[in-house]
Nanobody, 126 residues
């Protein structure tokens, strides 16, 4: 059973930066995992912001491309999201998530992810 703990959210001014962290436990060495960051604003669907495959290849939503950077530290079983040049529309609850990676595929759909963190709130003011 994989467990995830999100942290690092908070408040920032537009143009500012925040760094989210996700501590993972329970992953096995026999499987490969894709890890992702999602966000959900009030009244909106949960959307994938970024993901990173087991080989370190990242993928970003168009809305955050060039501003957010996803990374992982396999030795620490940690996932990070560096968020720069924040905008008010980035305000949301952010969640890290894990899916088992088969054949090098990392699916965008939230339904592909089996494990979720509890979420951390990010609020950006103009």
């Amino acid at each position: 059973q994989v467990q995830l703990v999100d942290s690092g959210g908070g408040s920032a001014q537009a143009g500012g930066s925040l760094r989210l962290s996700c501590a993972a436990s329970g992953k096995t060495n026999e499987q490969k995992y894709c890890m992702g960051w999602f966000r959900q604003a009030p009244g909106k669907e949960r959307e994938e912001v970024a993901n990173i495959r087991s080989d370190g290849s990242p993928r970003y939503a168009d809305s955050v491309q060039g501003r957010f950077t996803v990374s992982q530290d396999n030795a620490k079983n940690a996932l990070y999201l560096q968020m720069d040049n924040l905008k008010p529309e980035d305000t949301a609850m952010y969640y890290c998530a894990v899916q088992v990676e088969y054949g090098g595929n990392c699916y965008k759909s939230r339904h592909a992810y089996s494990y979720w963190g509890q979420g951390t709130q990010v609020t950006v003011s103009s």
